[in-house]
């Protein structure tokens, strides 16, 4: 059965640094892989997400901040986050499907992790 583990969130002070770690089973970790993220009331927000052949996509709000990554031979997905901001306070869910048109689009993916929160405080 198809299972996404998501670790490593915590709390940080502003311009801290933490790294996401998603655990996946086999078959669906050869398709799309991404990270989203979510604050109550609002819609999943695409974070960066990353294909078979390591094509990256990357939010704008994130960009030159967040680096996705996967390490095969442990069938994990990574998501190492510099200069966090307070408005990087979420849930971070890990997400795999087949690609999406957009890779960043939450309903595009089939599969979901339980959900890993980080807080940044200012």
């Known amino acids: 059965q198809a299972q996404l583990v998501e670790s490593g969130g915590g709390s940080v002070q502003a311009g801290g640094s933490l790294t996401l770690s998603c655990a996946a089973s086999?078959?669906?970790?050869?398709?799309?892989m991404a990270w989203f993220r979510q604050v109550p009331g609002k819609q999943h927000e695409g974070v960066a997400s990353?294909?078979?052949?390591?094509?990256?996509t990357y939010a704008d709000s994130v960009k030159g901040r967040f680096t996705i990554w996967k390490d095969n031979d442990k069938a994990t997905l990574y998501l190492k986050m510099d200069n966090l901001k307070p408005e990087d306070t979420s849930i971070y869910y890990c997400?795999?499907?087949?690609?999406?048109?957009?890779?960043?689009?939450?309903?595009?993916?089939?599969?979901w992790g339980q959900g890993t929160q980080v807080t940044v405080s200012s």
């Open positions: 997400a795999a499907d087949s690609c999406p048109i957009d890779r960043l689009w939450a309903p595009g993916y089939k599969y």
């Open positions: 990353i294909e078979a052949g390591r094509t990256m």
């Open positions: 086999g078959y669906i970790y050869r398709g799309c």
